[in-house]
């Protein structure tokens, strides 16, 4: 069974903070990782998406990869209220392939 | 970018009857449909897969029976849940791939909540 795992917190990070969200899959024939923002009652939202091994940044948003030990993760910098959300990892195996979800960590950001 | 248009928003029916959701991808094909249903506090759980022209694929646990998909064309896929009951209520979203399909390759619609009373 493939599996995306995500700690479902909720994690609680004051304005201005570095939000740092982990992911870990099972397969290690994944292909591509995404990060998605969900809002209560919305649909998911893309915020980055990371091929290969190491950083992409985007703005205020670092994706990390670490195929070796099947891990990615989303750091989020001057958190602000308004990122207060659930971020869902999602992997697939090959492109334009199924997306396995993570059960998604809920984040708060306190001002 | 890429637009995935999802009707209805929302629905509530009686139980038994049943619901047509419809997908349509508005500026590209969609070559490839993604069907999830999210339960509150819970990840999105891919249901089935739909391909243009073909049969769709299910996951394991998801009756096709009840869960009906269509996907005649290469901008519009449907899933309609049949003779519903209310541990059917939840959020079903679509993800739509294909080229020019998002940045990411996958363009989501806006869920519809279903509730079954």
Same mark, same amino acid.
């Given at each position: ?16 903070a ?11 024939g ?9 809002y209560?009652g919305?649909?998911p939202?893309?915020i980055?998406?990371?091929?290969s ?32 959300a ?6 697939n195996?090959?492109q334009?392939g ?7 960590t809920?984040l708060?950001?306190?001002? | ?5 999802q009707h209805?928003?929302w629905?509530i ?7 047509k959701?419809e ?9 490839t449909?993604?069907w999830?249903?999210q =339960?509150p506090k819970? #990840?999105?759980?891919?249901?089935a897969?739909? /391909?243009? %022209?073909s049969?769709a694929?299910?996951?394991?646990g998801v009756?096709k ?7 005649a064309?290469?901008?519009?896929s449907?899933?309609?849940v049949?003779?519903?009951h209310?541990?059917?209520?939840? =959020?079903y979203?679509? #993800?739509?791939?294909?080229e020019?399909?998002? /940045?990411? %390759?996958?363009t ?6 279903l509730?079954v009373?």
């Open positions: 069974q493939k599996e995306v795992e995500q700690n479902s917190g909720p994690l609680s990070v004051p304005e201005g570095i939000a740092s969200l982990n992911c870990t899959y099972s397969d290690r994944s292909q591509s990782f995404f990060w998605y923002r969900q209560s919305k649909s939202e893309l980055m998406s990371i091929y091994n190491g950083d992409k940044e985007d703005g205020r948003f670092t994706a990390q990869l670490n195929k070796a030990s099947q891990y990615v993760s989303l750091l989020i910098r001057d958190s602000q209220p308004s990122d207060s659930t971020y869902l990892c999602a992997v195996y090959n334009g199924k997306l396995i979800f993570g059960q998604g809920e708060s950001v306190k001002p | 970018g890429a637009v995935v248009s209805p928003s629905v029916c009686k139980s038994g009857t049943s619901v959701i997908c349509r991808s508005l500026d590209f094909q969609a070559t449909m993604f999830y249903r =339960f819970q #990840s999105l759980m891919l249901m897969t739909s /391909n243009e %022209g049969k694929t299910y996951e394991q009756e029976d009840k869960f009906l998909i269509n996907h064309s290469l901008t519009l449907t899933l309609t049949t003779s519903a209310p541990e059917d209520s939840s =959020f979203i679509c #993800s739509a791939s294909g020019q399909g998002g /940045n990411s %390759g996958y989501f619609g806006s869920g519809t909540r509730t009373v």
